[in-house]
């Protein structure tokens, strides 16, 4: 599950390909087609469409309302809280996105000067590595709440590189990389304003 963001007034390329009246009756090979070139179209038109699951969105959330602090962008608060839900509200002014999306690309270029090239978001899920009784090694939810707290001590709510504890990697359930920071910002640099769904 995740959110589907839409710019409010993108500039376009082309025309959207239309959605076929009897796409149930199309072939595997004819709906690939269509999907391929929606693709095409849409990284053709990087300012109609974002996505992300809720994992990824809420660091770039976050970073939404601090970059709108740091660099002063005007953007309202009903509009900042607005990014935690998917109902067809988000930041409506094009040039509040245009700032952020300068603020990103800056900060993207910062993590990577740094030696990185993801953030967590420490929210208080965490999970480690384990081996399954397949021999398959999986992710495991910590719910030991005296490590939880270690974490979260150890931890600020944002922060680079791996967490540790008595030896044992372990992550956030709230991440993104700089590479996705990028696609946000040119989708902002595009959109003239976005809306969540």
């Known amino acids: 599950m995740g959110v589907d963001i839409y710019g409010l007034k993108p500039a376009l390329t082309s025309e959207k390909p239309s959605y076929p009246d009897n796409f149930s009756e199309l072939s595997a090979e ?11 179209w849409e990284n053709q ?12 969105w809420r660091p770039l959330q976050m970073l939404v309302g601090y970059f709108n602090k740091e660099y002063d962008i005007g953007i309202p608060k009903n509009e900042i ?31 990577e000067s740094a030696g990185y090239k993801a953030v967590s978001l420490n929210m208080g899920h965490w999970t480690f590595k384990t081996v399954n009784e397949h021999e398959n090694i999986v992710d495991c939810l910590l719910d030991d709440p005296t ?51």
């Not at 004819?30 to 095409?40: A, G, H, N, P, Q």
């Open 81 to 111: 809280k607005s990014l935690g839900s998917n109902d067809g509200k988000g930041v409506s002014d094009p040039e509040h996105c245009v700032k952020l999306a300068e603020a990103f690309e800056s900060h993207a270029s910062l993590i």
């Open 45 to 56: 038109n990087p300012g109609y469409y974002f996505r992300n699951n809720w994992w990824h």
């Open 147 to 197: 490590k939880i707290e270690r974490l979260n001590e150890k931890y600020d709510t944002y922060f680079l590189g791996d967490a540790e504890l008595d030896g044992i990697a372990y992550q956030t359930s709230h991440g993104t990389t700089t590479d996705n920071m990028r696609d946000f910002a040119l989708f902002l640099q595009n959109c003239n304003g976005f809306a969540i769904y």
């Open 30 to 40: 004819e709906r690939t087609e269509y999907y391929d070139k929606l693709d095409k």
